[in-house]
């Protein structure tokens, strides 16, 4: 395509909500405008995009150290304690043959979480390199980190689930565990972090006509 | 049969995800635009839009009514039973303390798919009596907003894993309010997914 030019590059910018075009003045990219048709919040680009999504990338691994050491569940039984972590239970799945769930478990809380934080890095590094290498692939990779990142969530509702039903007394008891709440927050914090990146960044690097302050 | 006008005379739209500059294409009755230079979707035609948004919310609404009054799960050990709602559950994990994991699930599996599902009423059922209600705007960005907080389809996977690991401990019976939690699922997705929000903002500017 020959034209190839970012609206920012003309001074206007699209309205996330109602898709309404406007103008912006060029040297306010960061600020944030008021959509004159729906009012909400236009940013021609997200503020500190960079900075904040790196912020909470690495709060996310700081939350992801205690959320697999310590316990997600506490099961109390006929006089016996066993406390499961993330991976003891995806373990305790498989060898007891049900290895599906242990996959869905082992995916949902270990593998997707990992996954997203790394391509969310590779991306932040990627923009700040200012790589040229296949936009339109990164572009898809951003969508699947934004995509991904709320299937995390399973291991949190089975605990909530065990710790509601189960509750017999002295023969069985749940509890959730203090991992259960740090997980909760890699997955809130990585939600946060996906949305904090502005994808239109790498595309920016694409077009050395645009101007950027 | 109309006649295709001039591209320069086709709207402007920006890509949300690359930011590029096109020229809004003529789309067929039940086409999609992708964005020509990252290949974001930016809008689809869907036919009777405001229809099947209003019967899949109304399905939906009652789908969650039922999911929250029958019981959830009923669980059975060692002659000793307990059942559980959706409500219930979570009071249950807010007085063992635990109020933070209580907001989390009380957020994304009741209020968020609630207010998304009276909010698609409110903004789509005026519209379809040729109204426009009083703040649709603000009520509509809400709805977009709180759709991606709207965790229903996760919750159920949840279910199905806790299933698995609960049937060797006692008798699992899933109670009716499970089944209709699983059919909310697939309306209220499926009613965001019928949502043209062009419709919305053309409405509102006929009106102004």
Known sequence: MSHQNSALSTSLTGCHACNLVMSIHEDAQHHAHACPRCGSKVHPRIHHSLPITWMLVCLAFLFYIPANVLPMTRVVGLGQVQEDTIMSGVIYFIQSGSWYIGMVIFIASVFVPMLKLTLLMFLLISVQRKSQWRPRERARIYRITEMVGRWSMVDIYVVTILVALVNLGIIADIDAGPAALYFAGVVIITIFAAKSFDPRLIWDNIEPQTKRS | ?208
């Open chain 2, 1 to 208: 049969m109309e006649t295709t006008a001039p591209l320069s005379e086709q709207p402007l739209v920006v890509c949300h995800a690359c930011d590029m500059l096109q020229r809004q294409p003529r789309i067929a009755h039940h086409g999609s635009v992708q964005c020509c230079r990252c290949g974001m979707l930016l809008f689809r035609n869907i036919p009777n839009s405001i229809d099947r948004t209003i019967a899949l919310s109304l399905a939906g609404l009652i789908l969650f009514v039922i999911a929250n009054i029958f019981p959830f799960l009923a669980f059975e050990a060692g002659g000793q039973s307990t059942q559980t709602n959706l409500v219930e559950g979570v009071r249950q994990l807010y007085d063992q303390g635990i109020w933070a994991l209580a907001g989390l699930v009380l957020f994304t599996c009741i209020l968020a798919p609630l207010l998304q599902l009276l909010l698609m009423l409110y903004v789509f059922v005026p519209l379809k009596f040729s109204r426009v209600a009083v703040y649709t705007r603000p009520a509509y960005r809400l709805f977009l907003r709180i759709t991606e907080w709207n965790m229903i389809e996760v919750f159920i996977i949840g279910v199905l894993v806790a299933l698995v690991k609960l049937v060797k401990m006692a008798d699992i019976i899933p109670g009716t309010a499970m089944w209709s939690f699983i059919g909310l699922v697939f309306v209220v997705t499926g009613a965001a997914a019928s949502i043209d929000g062009r419709l919305v903002w053309r409405r509102l500017d006929e009106r102004s």
